[in-house]
Each structure stands twice: as structure tokens, then as C-alpha cells.
Antibody
Framework: QLQLQESGPGLLKPSETLSLTCTVS??????????WSWIRQPPGKGLEWLGN???????YHNPSLEGRLTVSVDTSRNQFSLKLTSVTAADTAVYYC????????????WGQGTLVTLAS | HSALTQPASVSGSPGQSITISCTGT?????????VSWYQQPPDKAPKLILY???KRPSGVSNRFSGSKSGDTASLTISELQAEDEADYYC??????????FGTGTKVTLL
């Protein structure tokens, strides 16, 4: 059974860089049939797709993040990561990692999510 | 791509059917048959319940069904049960090689 687990600091200050890692177990991140995605959900609000990566390094991202987002992959560790620079209170959210089907881009497996809060 | 538009809430009595709409544009829902639906219980991660408009993953009840007409997709839940109370989100692939989610719909039982 595939499992995804997010990890990273839960508290940040404005202008810092958010770094999260998703560890994939029960399957290979190098499987050619999938992308690996980041999605977030501000408290009480809806889901927002942030970006994804293919194991060979191809990435796509939400244009609304205006160059702040970097997604990377480490196939040797079966992990992929997110870096979001210059965070503000608007970046407070539960961050999910998910597996995304290559041809249709639907999300079939999700991590449990990790809450990231901006301290004032 | 702006978020796809869903009604904020839909309610129904046990045993009834409800339908949730998801309206996009010709650049997302209207362009492809790659619409998916997710169920999110309170404080839990979303779960895929429909993909490619009408297909159900293994283990998902056949009470969930989907359709699409033009730029609008729909999710129907038949024989509504207490366990169906949750938030529901649609999502679509877009012509800009991105994903976009719907605004979300809260389903409540009367």
C-alpha cells in the first residue's frame, strides 16, 4: 500500500523560506506513470494546487506563486520536496503531498497533511 | 486559471439523491475529460472518489456517479447516507498544464 508522509517545520516567520519533504513508501517515486504534487489548504478554505514534479525532474507549477516555488526530487531517497520563499500570513495552510496520474493529472494517493503556521 | 465554481453547500435527506455542479471554462473542464472529484471529511485528507468524469476507484461506492456537459461537470450522490457528510471538491487538468480545484461544497444531511 502506497503511503506519503509530509515532514518539515510547523512554524515560520514572515519572509522566511518554507521547506517541506514528502517521503514515499510502498512504491517507487521513479514509476513512469506518475507525477508528484504539492497541494495546500488554508484553514477553513479550499484546496489549491501548488506544483508537481516528474522523477526525471520536469516540473509544473501554479502561476499564482510568481516564482516563489521550487519543487525537487531525490529518487535515491524516494522523496520530493517543496521550497516556498518569502512566506507571508497568506501561506498559513495545511500542506499535502499527493501522487498524480501522469495522463489525467488526478490525485489518487494523499499524505495526511502538515500544518504550517506563520508566526507574527 | 481561476478556481472552478461549486455551490457552497448542498443538503438532502437520508435516502435522497443530490447533485453538485462544478463550472469551469473551455480551458479546463471543457477542454478535456480529466475531471476528478474528492471527498474530504472534517480534519482529514481528501480522498479520490471519481476520475476521468465517471470512473470510480476500487472500493468507492457505486452511489457516486459523475457526468459532464460543456464546461460543467457534476457529481451525484444517490441514496444519501450519514457517512456522506463531508466537503467535496472537483478538479480539472487545464490547457496551461496545471491543475485547478473547485471552490468546494459542504454536503449536509437534513
Amino acid at each position: 500500500q502506497l503511503q506519503l508522509q509530509e515532514s518539515g517545520p510547523g512554524l515560520l516567520k514572515p519572509s522566511e523560506t518554507l521547506s517541506l519533504t514528502c517521503t514515499v513508501s510502498g512504491g517507487s517515486i521513479s514509476n513512469t506513470n506518475y507525477y508528484w504534487s504539492w497541494i495546500r489548504q488554508p484553514p477553513g478554505k479550499g484546496l489549491e494546487w501548488l506544483g508537481n514534479i516528474y522523477f526525471r525532474g520536469t516540473t509544473y507549477h501554479n502561476p499564482s506563486l510568481e516564482g516563489r516555488l521550487t519543487v525537487s526530487v531525490d529518487t535515491s531517497r524516494n522523496q520530493f520536496s517543496l521550497k516556498l520563499t518569502s512566506v507571508t500570513a497568506a501561506d498559513t495552510a495545511v500542506y499535502y503531498c499527493a501522487r498524480q496520474i501522469f495522463y489525467s493529472w488526478n490525485f489518487d494517493y494523499w499524505g495526511q497533511g502538515t500544518l504550517v503556521t506563520l508566526a507574527s | 486559471h481561476s478556481a472552478l465554481t461549486q455551490p457552497a453547500s448542498v443538503s438532502g435527506s437520508p435516502g435522497q439523491s443530490i447533485t453538485i455542479s462544478c463550472t469551469g471554462t473551455s480551458s479546463d473542464i471543457g477542454a478535456y475529460n480529466y475531471v476528478s472529484w474528492y471527498q474530504q471529511p472534517p480534519d482529514k485528507a481528501p480522498k479520490l472518489i471519481l476520475y476521468d468524469i465517471t470512473k470510480r476507484p476500487s472500493g468507492v461506492s457505486n452511489r457516486f456517479s459523475g457526468s459532464k456537459s460543456g464546461d460543467t461537470a457534476s457529481l451525484t450522490i444517490s441514496e444519501l447516507q450519514a457517512e456522506d457528510e463531508a466537503d467535496y471538491y472537483c478538479a480539472s487538468y487545464t490547457t496551461s498544464t496545471t491543475s485547478v480545484f473547485g471552490t468546494g461544497t459542504k454536503v449536509t444531511l437534513l
